[in-house]
C-alpha cells in the first residue's frame, strides 16, 4: 500500500491537471463557437459557387480548360490538413493514417518512384510526414497561425499554377469535416482535375446563362475563385473540427480526472486509516507489554 505523502501527491497533481483541462475546454469552446460561426456562413456560398460552376460544366463551358484536363497520373499532390497542436483526441492521427494509407494504397506507384509529394497544412502533418521521408511541399505548414481567407488563397493560388504547369497530374484534398461537437467526418476530395459532371445532374442542372460582358471572361474569373473557395471550405471545416475534437477530449480528461480523484481519495482515507489502526495497536501492545513487565 503507498505511503499517505505518496497518495496526498497525486490528488495534489491530478487537481492541477483537472484544472488545466477545465482551463482548455473553455478556450476550446470559445474558438468553437468563432469558427463554427465562419464554417455555417460559408457553406452555402461555397454550395451556391459549386452549383454554378457545375452548371456551367453541364452546359459545356468548360470541358476543355486546363483545370479539367484529365492526364495519366504520374505525379500526385495530396493536401493534408491536420491541426498546429495536439490535445484533440484522434484528429490528427485520422488524418495522417488516410493520407498514409492514399499514399501506400492507392498511390504507391507514384510513392515508389518518388512522385507522390505532400503539402501540409499544420503542424502536425508537417512533422509526421517530415519525419518520415515524404517528398514536401512545405511552404503553407503554418497557414493556421493568423487564418485568412487571402492566406489560403495563396495555397490554392499555388496549386492551380502548379497543375496548369504541369507539375502535378492530380491534386487530392485529405481533412476533417466539422459535423457538431463530438463528431468529425473524414473528406478526401479531388482538387484538380475538376471532376466532369454526372450525366444524371447534368439534366438536372442545365440553365441557359445570359454573359456580361462575356461567356470567357466569366468563366475565367469564376474556376479560380470556385477552386480557392472549395479550399478555403476544406480549412475552415478542418478548423471547426479541430475545435470540436479538443473541447469534447477535454470534457472527458477533465471526466476522467475527477473520477481518478474519487479513486485516489478513497485510497487516502484507506491508507490514513490503515496507518492509525497500526499506531493504536502498537499503542495497545507497548501497554500490554508493560503490565507483563
Same mark, same amino acid.
Given at each position: 500500500?503507498?505511503?499517505?505523502?505518496?497518495?496526498?501527491? !497525486?490528488?495534489?497533481? &491530478?487537481?492541477?491537471?483537472?484544472?488545466?483541462?477545465?482551463?482548455?475546454?473553455?478556450?476550446?469552446?470559445?474558438? =468553437?463557437?468563432?469558427?463554427?460561426?465562419?464554417?455555417?456562413?460559408?457553406?452555402?456560398?461555397?454550395?451556391? /459557387?459549386? *452549383?454554378?460552376?457545375? #452548371?456551367?460544366?453541364?452546359?459545356?463551358?468548360?470541358?476543355?480548360?486546363?483545370?479539367?484536363?484529365? !492526364?495519366? &497520373?504520374?505525379?500526385? =499532390?495530396?493536401?493534408?490538413?491536420?491541426?498546429?497542436? *495536439?490535445?484533440?483526441?484522434?484528429? #490528427?492521427?485520422?488524418?495522417?493514417?488516410?493520407?498514409?494509407?492514399?499514399?501506400?494504397e492507392?498511390?504507391?506507384?507514384?510513392?515508389t518512384?518518388?512522385? /507522390?509529394?505532400?503539402?501540409?497544412?499544420?503542424?502536425?502533418?508537417?512533422?509526421?510526414?517530415?519525419?518520415?521521408?515524404?517528398?514536401?511541399?512545405?511552404?503553407?505548414? #503554418?497557414?493556421?497561425?493568423?487564418?485568412?481567407?487571402? *492566406?489560403?488563397?495563396? &495555397?490554392?493560388?499555388?496549386?492551380?499554377?502548379?497543375?496548369k504547369?504541369?507539375?502535378?497530374?492530380?491534386?487530392?484534398?485529405?481533412?476533417?469535416?466539422?459535423? #457538431?461537437?463530438?463528431?468529425?467526418?473524414?473528406?478526401?476530395?479531388?482538387?484538380?482535375?475538376?471532376?466532369?459532371?454526372?450525366?444524371?445532374?447534368?439534366?438536372?442542372?442545365?440553365?441557359?446563362?445570359?454573359y456580361?460582358?462575356?461567356?470567357?471572361?466569366?468563366?475565367?474569373?469564376?474556376v479560380?475563385?470556385?477552386?480557392?473557395?472549395?479550399?478555403? %471550405?476544406?480549412?475552415?471545416?478542418?478548423?471547426?473540427?479541430?475545435? *470540436?475534437?479538443?473541447?469534447?477530449?477535454?470534457? %472527458?480528461?477533465?471526466?476522467?480526472?475527477?473520477?481518478?480523484? %474519487?479513486?485516489?481519495? /478513497?485510497?487516502?482515507?484507506?491508507?490514513?486509516?490503515?496507518?492509525?489502526?497500526?499506531?493504536?495497536?502498537?499503542?495497545?501492545?507497548?501497554?500490554?507489554?508493560?503490565?507483563?513487565?
Open positions: 500500500m503507498p505511503s499517505l505523502k505518496e497518495v496526498k501527491s !497525486r490528488i495534489t497533481s &491530478v487537481i492541477s491537471t483537472q484544472q488545466i483541462t477545465k482551463a482548455m475546454k473553455m478556450v476550446a469552446a470559445a474558438k =468553437l463557437r468563432k469558427s463554427q460561426d465562419r464554417i455555417t456562413q460559408m457553406r452555402p456560398y461555397a454550395q451556391k /459557387l459549386t *452549383g454554378l460552376f457545375q #452548371n456551367l460544366s453541364a452546359a459545356g463551358q468548360v470541358e476543355q480548360a486546363w483545370y479539367s484536363k484529365q !492526364r495519366p &497520373v504520374e505525379n500526385v =499532390l495530396l493536401v493534408v490538413i491536420s491541426s498546429d497542436r *495536439g490535445l484533440c483526441g484522434s484528429f #490528427n492521427s485520422t488524418i495522417i493514417k488516410a493520407a498514409s494509407k492514399l499514399a501506400s492507392k498511390y504507391n506507384d507514384q510513392h518512384k518518388g512522385k /507522390l509529394t505532400v503539402l501540409p497544412l499544420g503542424k502536425k502533418a508537417f512533422e509526421y510526414f517530415s519525419k518520415r521521408g515524404y517528398k514536401m511541399e512545405s511552404s503553407f505548414w #503554418n497557414i493556421f497561425q493568423g487564418l485568412s481567407y487571402d *492566406g489560403v488563397a495563396q &495555397v490554392g493560388e499555388f496549386l492551380m499554377e502548379e497543375f504547369a504541369g507539375r502535378y497530374d492530380k491534386i487530392e484534398i485529405v481533412y476533417n469535416e466539422f459535423k #457538431n461537437v463530438a463528431t468529425q467526418i473524414l473528406r478526401t476530395e479531388q482538387f484538380l482535375p475538376v471532376l466532369p459532371v454526372a450525366k444524371e445532374t447534368t439534366r438536372q442542372v442545365e440553365v441557359d446563362y445570359i456580361m460582358p462575356n461567356q470567357e471572361e466569366i468563366v475565367t474569373g469564376l479560380p475563385k470556385a477552386l480557392k473557395i472549395q479550399l478555403y %471550405k476544406a480549412v475552415l471545416d478542418s478548423n471547426a473540427a479541430e475545435n *470540436g475534437a479538443r473541447m469534447t477530449a477535454m470534457d %472527458k480528461a477533465t471526466e476522467n480526472a475527477g473520477e481518478l480523484l %474519487k479513486d485516489l481519495k /478513497l485510497t487516502y482515507n484507506r491508507t490514513r486509516q490503515a496507518a492509525i489502526t497500526k499506531e493504536i495497536l502498537e499503542i495497545v501492545a507497548g501497554a500490554e507489554a508493560l503490565k507483563s513487565a
